[in-house]
């Protein structure tokens, strides 16, 4: 089964408020989550990345929880404007035991910011 | 962008028929990987290359065939394609493996992407 999963499909959120999606995992051996920004008819951006001895990680306007006990992380978009409207994927790198670490994705949330 | 191009960006081809993309990489990295994107399954891996000739199956192998004859090239074929291979597919590279081998938390980065079309 998949490893990564999130919460809800959609999301509408108003200009200027602030967005939050989820994503849980499954693997208690996970230790490494990236987020992906998805834009129409392009390919994944790397928005940001957490290590599981971190709880939290800031960047430019996003934040990234994560809550090892049951197994959750959140990514967090202050003041969401329109330019946010993508779907975001959360990711986590597992060994794959053939030399290589491969990403495993969950099927993503489709964020829309109302102007 | 991290200097990966796709090529073609989109292609309509008929059953039965072999079809080659190709993935180009300017900055010398030495992982490569291809996947499919398709609704309600996210993204998913199909193959990867850990340096040139160097190659091994993802997730969903099944019908493809890659090859990486040099560092900045990365082909997936489709030997016969399929309606089920109808997809969106992306190439990426990932920043480790620069010196020994790769590591969790190495990162990926995605190409823009190739709409494919099976009649």
């Known amino acids: 089964g998949e490893s990564v999963g999130l919460h809800l499909p959609t999301l509408s959120v108003q200009e200027g408020d602030n967005s939050i999606i989820n994503c849980a995992y499954s693997?208690?051996?996970?230790?490494?989550f990236i987020w992906y920004k998805q834009e129409s008819g392009k390919g994944p951006q790397f928005i940001i990345d957490?290590?599981?001895?971190?709880d939290k990680r800031q960047g430019q306007r996003v934040t990234v929880l994560l809550n090892k006990t049951v197994k959750h992380l959140s990514l967090q978009i202050a003041a969401t404007q329109p330019g946010d409207s993508a779907v975001y994927f959360c990711?986590?790198?597992?060994?794959?035991?053939?030399?290589?670490?491969?990403?495993?994705f969950g099927k993503g949330t489709k964020l829309s910011v109302i102007p | 962008d991290a200097g990966i191009t796709q090529s073609p960006r989109h292609k309509v081809t008929e059953t039965g028929t072999p079809v080659t993309l190709r993935c180009h990489q300017t900055e010398n990295h030495r992982y490569m990987y291809w996947y499919r994107q398709d609704p309600g399954h996210g993204l998913r891996l199909i193959h990867y290359?850990?340096?040139?000739?160097?190659?091994d199956k993802g997730e969903v192998s099944d019908g493809y065939s890659v090859s990486r004859s040099k560092t900045e090239d990365f082909l997936l074929t489709l030997e016969s394609a399929t309606s089920s291979q109808t997809s969106v597919y992306f190439c990426?590279?990932?920043?480790?493996?620069?010196?020994?081998?790769?590591?969790?938390?190495?990162?990926?980065?995605f190409g823009p992407g190739t709409r494919l079309t099976v009649l």
């Open positions: 990711a986590e790198n597992l060994y794959s035991g053939a030399g290589s670490y491969q990403l495993t």
């Open positions: 957490i290590r599981s001895n971190m």
């Open positions: 693997n208690s051996a996970s230790d490494y």
């Open positions: 990426a590279i990932s920043t480790g493996g620069l010196a020994g081998g790769p590591r969790r938390t190495d990162t990926q980065y």
């Open positions: 290359s850990y340096g040139v000739k160097d190659t």
